[in-house]
């Protein structure tokens, strides 16, 4: 069975404190891993899709990476206003499939 | 960059009402559309996937007469609950799928609060 795991489920930092999220994944066949952002009451925000092992990318204080086994996302020095809930998603190989999510990292960043 | 809008924002409805949904795709042609549930604290859970112009392929365990999916259109797509239940009552969230020129990418309404009373 296709899953999709992340840890830790909730994370609390002091402004400044870096620190990372995973997300695991096992699945039959990964076509790409995505990153989404989303805040209370809101739809997910599109961060940063992975494609293949060793693949990196950045933006602003948020960093991801991606293995054959998991994803991580680096956050750097973060703000309050990066307080969120960061969602991975896997797409399968399988042609028109949607997104698997995993239960997301709920971030509570304190100045 | 493409732009999903679902109205209503949130709705709160008497039980054995019915509501609808609606997803409209602003600067695209959406030809797929994803329709997700979400529970407090978990995650998004897909519910079907429409193709325009085709019927719903709904999930395991989701009920197709309960949840009518149109998609009629390559900019509309909507999710009605008939007979809305409390059980009902739910985060829903539309996702369509959008050629970037090289590769798909997966862009999301800001989602619609059902509260059913």
């Known amino acids: 069975e296709d899953q999709v795991t992340q840890s830790p489920e909730a994370l609390r930092l002091q402004e400044g404190e870096s620190s990372s999220l995973n997300c695991s994944y096992t699945?039959?066949?990964?076509?790409?891993l995505f990153w989404y952002r989303q805040d209370p009451g809101k739809g997910p925000e599109f961060l940063f899709t992975?494609?293949?092992a060793g693949e990196e990318k950045e933006k602003e204080r948020l960093k991801a990476t991606l293995t054959k086994k998991e994803s991580f996302l680096h956050i750097t020095a973060p703000k309050p206003e990066d307080s969120a809930t960061y969602l991975c998603?896997?797409?399968?190989?399988?042609?028109?499939?949607?997104?698997?999510f995993g239960k997301g990292t709920t971030l509570s960043v304190s100045s | 960059g493409a732009v999903v809008s679902q109205h209503p924002s949130r709705v709160i409805c008497k039980s054995g009402t019915s509501v609808k949904i609606e997803c409209r795709s602003l600067?695209?042609?959406?030809?797929?559309m994803f329709w997700y549930r979400q529970f407090p604290k978990q995650s998004l859970m897909l519910m079907a996937t429409?193709?325009?112009?085709?019927?719903?392929?709904?999930e395991q365990g989701v009920e197709k007469d309960k949840f009518l999916i149109n998609h009629a259109s390559l900019t509309l797509s909507t999710l009605t609950v008939t007979s809305a239940h409390p059980e009902d009552s739910s985060f829903y969230i539309c996702?369509?799928?959008?050629?970037?020129?090289?590769?798909?990418?997966?862009?999301f309404g800001s989602g619609t609060r059902l509260t059913v009373v």
């Open positions: 996702s369509a799928r959008v050629w970037t020129e090289i590769r798909y990418g997966y862009t």
């Open positions: 699945v039959s066949g990964l076509r790409g």
């Open positions: 992975l494609y293949s």
């Open positions: 998603a896997v797409l399968l190989n399988q042609a028109g499939t949607a997104l698997i």
């Open positions: 600067d695209f042609q959406a030809t797929t």
């Open positions: 429409s193709n325009e112009g085709s019927k719903a392929t709904y």
